[in-house]
């Protein structure tokens, strides 16, 4: 094992206009699949780098395969090329198949904005860093989970029954997250940050693989140096779909990014 | 003003495999602008009939342009056809310039499912129909809305102080949706009603046009017939930008439909 740093595991060669390839590090693997939102993240950095604009503020993904760990094709298509925000189509392929398709929305995040109002946001308590308790590299089933290696993901000792077969039934998993190196999070470390944390489903009953359907994350402001803040939490389990919702906030306390997904689950 | 049923409102005519045109109707607008839910329905419904699954069950759009009431060209690429479920990309032209761009999943919805857990879901208490007060068709602010001649839309009294001036603050609208001709809302009516109460910021500060960049619905479940019961609020505006999320119950009380949308706002 190696540290590898996110911008390097996410890391892009162009190869013509609107073609990339990357490589799916086996290090940022659950279970030997790559994190969904580390794949959206090498999407975003496509999409940046062939629009007009620097930081993607909204992307929608749909998961259609999940990619080896391996070689990857990345294909951006400039759909509006405009003033304040611009519109992108971004398509991740392995050995010519589709694994995820995904469109952004990119601006110029301003690093002098301010939150204008903020009275909707969820209050979370969540304990300190130096209180929370670092994921082992090793789910409660016995999944290895390499990425935890990578990152350091510290859960609130307030959830963690679910790890000694006692979940707490209210859905929500919360904790703090740093990236190797304390690497600063920038808005694509952000679309990975939106869904680092363990299945919220856990803090319901500890399920196999939960697969994302659809994740969509609106990244909101810059953060500051230093790990993120989040809290996540399933809202309803139907038809063996769950929804999770995510939010996140950089050190002095500011609503980073914000995040909801769809995926399978085998409950119900 | 004639009543147009929402079936007949988001039809379309097949041109060729993977080709549709359709009508974005004049008495379906804002201020003249069709609503961003509406059109996302028309998207959906060429996605649902050019794959193999009858259902939309997550959609995500970027926007492009605000089309005209007029004609529109939809195009759709199935991007893969599983067995459970499907994606699917579909498009929104007018005059050849992408208005709408967005991604599917479609599955098959069982009527038969039930909610496995729902403790996540907020519990807001929303007047009953009888007592809701129908929005008239212009705004605060005296813009036309179409629209509401077409749909019924009720807001609950308690948040109604916006329309005197006297918004609650706390950002968030509630009250019902009937169809015209009281249509049961299929999933593709769902992902209309996801987006069809007046801004929750209006709850914040009256503001002009807030427009949607980004709107994800997810489709839990088939509603019941008759109307919905929908609670819609926003969490942060940063960097003249808005989130907003929107739960949908049908008349029995199950969550059929959530969605969460970014939108430009003139506030910050």
Chains 1, 2 share one sequence.
Not at 17 to 40: H, Q
Not at 75 to 103: I, K, P, T
Not at 213 to 242: C, K, M, N, S
Request: glycine share 8%; charged share 20%.
């Amino acid at each position: 094992m190696s540290l590898i740093a996110f911008s390097d595991a996410s890391e892009l060669a162009a190869i013509s206009s609107g073609r990339y390839t990357g490589n799916v590090s086996a290090e940022w693997t659950i279970g030997g699949r790559p994190n969904g939102g580390y794949l959206l993240a090498m999407l975003g950095r496509a999409a940046a780098d062939a629009g007009p604009h620097e930081h993607v503020i909204a992307a929608s993904a749909h998961y259609l395969r999940s990619p080896d760990p391996a070689s990857v094709d990345i294909e951006v298509e400039v759909l509006r090329a405009g003033r304040s925000a611009s519109q992108l189509r971004a398509r991740m392929l392995q050995e010519g198949q589709l694994c995820v398709e995904a469109l952004f929305t990119t601006s110029n995040l301003d690093p002098e904005s301010k939150a204008y109002w903020d009275r909707g946001l969820p209050t979370p308590e969540i304990a300190d860093w130096e209180d929370c308790i670092r994921i082992p590299a090793r789910t409660p089933i016995g999944v290895p989970v390499a990425i935890m290696e990578q990152v350091e993901c510290r859960l609130d000792p307030a959830i963690l029954g679910f790890a000694s077969g006692h979940p707490s039934g209210d859905g929500a998993v919360q904790g703090w997250l740093a990236l190797p190196y304390d690497e600063t999070f920038d808005p694509l470390a952000l679309l990975f940050a939106a869904d680092a944390l363990p299945p919220a489903t856990f803090a319901i009953e500890v399920t196999g693989w939960v697969p994302t359907l659809e994740f969509t994350v609106y990244v909101r402001a810059l953060a500051a140096p230093g790990p993120v803040r989040i809290w996540q939490h399933a809202q309803l389990i139907d038809g063996q779909r769950v929804d999770e919702t995510c939010f996140v906030w950089d050190r002095t306390g500011r609503l980073v990014a914000q995040s909801t997904q769809l995926a399978g689950i085998r409950l119900g």
